[in-house]
């Protein structure tokens, strides 16, 4: 009982606290939330070290349990007409298309350098990819095509989402979770007729559902908030409301993950070989997280243990481990330097037969 007062009382702290950070905007996971799930991602469980190696193991915690071997992530971005407004927050003073800008940076910034793509298509009269899914290690381009989105034309919800959906089967790498986060800050009205363009982005976002997608969907001023959230829920993703211009104080927070989660993480704690707990270590808005600095390497077996506690209040639990040797020998060589090893003595052997 005692362990379920302590567990209860943790997911309230991180809780209350979100909501603080986050002042008046309103976050909902999709009616969908299944039970959640925490993974160790790299390096692989089992893996033998020499002792005194510094390793530095990463992880990944979703609400939604989705496990998988990385992220493929496709950003919707509005590009319509009215992104040009101009919304103050915070006593900063930006366009719409700016603030969606900074936010979807903020995100990819946070992002691991590894096993992570993202893609970007933008949608207004019509929908367009400005990037395809691209490695995470060139954060550059993908800022680029975020930052080269402009504002002009319609709102054409619905066709960003199917473009957005079309690029998984094309670009996705087999294996990872599939989501995409849709911005928008008015109410779709296409393609025509406009009265049913809603319908067609909520039936957009069942289909990318339907097909192993989770679909994000986030309102800023201009926005139809009832609209969206009936998108995110079609979508089996989260609702974040950010129309109030106030609140777009707290959006880039939300998105890097410093305030918030698309994948319904309240917080990730984690035990060391020696014991040490780490208490609400950083994630980002995806739920990756790592050691906050190195492990040195223990003889024998070193044990991490992962506890991700969620916004429904349940939580689970992973373990690494990885063992340390203190004989060279028994440090397994990898398979690609054993491949190496006998393409050189294939080389030599032939070099001797032709003298």
Do not use: C
Not at 76 to 99: C, E, H, P, Q, Y
Not at 138 to 158: E, K
Not at 266 to 277: A, H, K, N, R, S
């Amino acid at each position: 009982m005692r362990r379920l007062q302590d567990m209860h009382a943790k997911w309230l702290t991180a809780t209350l606290a979100s909501a603080a950070l986050l002042g008046g905007a309103t976050l909902i996971p999709g009616s969908a939330q299944a039970a959640g799930s925490v993974q160790w991602l790299a390096p692989p469980d089992g893996s033998t070290y020499l002792v005194g190696t510094n390793v530095k193991p990463d992880g990944n915690a979703d609400g939604f349990g989705q496990p998988g071997t990385g992220l493929d992530l496709m950003l919707v971005l509005d590009a319509s007409g009215s992104m040009t407004i101009i919304n103050t927050a915070g006593g900063v003073t930006k366009t719409r298309l700016a603030w969606q800008a900074d936010a979807a940076k903020a995100l990819v910034n946070s992002l691991p350098a590894t096993n992570t793509s993202v893609g970007v298509v933008q949608y207004e009269t019509n929908a367009s990819l400005r990037l395809p899914l691209t490695s995470t290690a060139n954060t550059a381009t993908i800022n680029a095509a975020i930052d080269a989105v402009p504002a002009t034309g319609w709102t054409g919800t619905g066709l960003g989402i199917e473009l957005a959906q079309a690029q998984f089967a094309l670009d996705g790498t087999p294996g990872r979770v599939k989501q995409m986060v849709v911005i928008s800050d008015g109410d779709p009205n296409r393609p025509l007729p406009a009265a049913s363009a809603q319908q067609y982005a909520v039936d957009a976002a069942a289909a990318a559902k339907a097909a192993g997608i989770t679909v994000h969907g986030v309102v800023i001023p201009g926005g139809n908030a009832a609209n969206m959230e009936a998108i995110a829920n079609a979508g089996g993703g989260k609702f974040a409301n950010f129309s109030n211009p106030a609140d777009l104080a707290d959006i880039e927070a939300f998105f890097s993950g410093a305030a918030g989660s698309f994948v319904g993480v309240d917080q990730v704690d984690l035990e060391l070989p020696d014991g040490t707990i780490l208490t609400n270590v950083a994630t980002d808005a995806f739920g990756n997280f790592h050691l906050p600095s190195d492990w040195t390497m223990l003889l024998g077996d070193n044990v991490f243990t992962a506890t991700a506690f969620f916004e429904d209040g349940s939580e689970a639990t992973a373990q690494l481990t990885l063992v340390g040797v203190a004989d060279p020998a028994e440090v397994p060589v990898p398979a690609t330097a054993w491949l190496l090893l006998g393409g050189l003595a294939m080389v030599g052997w032939m070099r001797r037969r032709s003298l």
